[in-house]
């Protein structure tokens, strides 16, 4: 247990103070859809646009440690009244490259830590519901080389989130990104 949480401690610290610089390193910007594997939430939104940004904290060789913020959102009409949900997912993950150095596509697998926060309104409640969950989530992906060294890549991940005890909806779901991955450059 005392290892966890210092391998947790770790994890933050090295997320919001990165010891090495951002500078060469491949920063994306990720577009898809949330889709939920609960049955409530699953019959209530079905699937919620999600935006996210991947900034890389640590890297080794093929190993790279990313944080990954992002926003969903979704509006629907269910039993003739209007729900609103916002989520605000942020992913601790592990990316493990497997490229050769002459591929042009190559796959990823990642896996690590997801946080989510949640806030849902509809006209049952006075006002809107505020929770935090926290769980896992494993993902494999493709990535592509572009000609300016880019890269273009198309993500699947689940993530397995441990709702709080009195949330009626369990928000855990898949994640399908198609994601932009490019290298931030110094102005020296």
Not at 98 to 106: E, H, L, M, Q
Not at 168 to 173: A, T
Request: charged share 15%; glycine share 6%.
């Amino acid at each position: 247990m005392k290892k966890l949480k210092i391998l947790i401690y770790s994890i933050c610290i090295g997320a919001f103070f990165p010891v090495g610089s951002l500078y060469a390193q491949n920063v994306s910007i990720r577009a898809g859809i949330y889709d939920f594997t609960g049955m409530a939430a699953s019959e209530i939104y079905r699937v919620a646009p999600t935006i996210q940004f991947g900034i890389p904290v640590w890297q080794r060789n093929k190993l790279c440690m990313e944080v990954i913020p992002g926003f969903s959102f979704k509006s629907k009409d269910y039993n003739e009244n209007h729900h609103y949900l916002y989520m605000v997912p942020l992913l601790f993950s592990m990316n493990y490259t497997a490229a050769n150095p002459d591929t042009k596509v190559f796959p990823v697998f990642s896996s690590g830590f997801t946080f989510l926060g949640k806030a849902d309104h509809n006209v049952f409640m006075d006002k809107p519901i505020y929770s935090f969950t926290y769980g896992f989530h494993l993902g494999t992906g493709i990535r592509a080389i572009c000609k300016n060294k880019s890269q273009l890549s198309l993500t699947l991940t689940y993530n397995l989130l441990i709702p709080p005890v009195m949330e009626k909806v369990n928000p855990s779901g898949v994640l399908i990104m198609i994601g932009y991955h490019f290298k931030v450059k110094s102005e020296q």
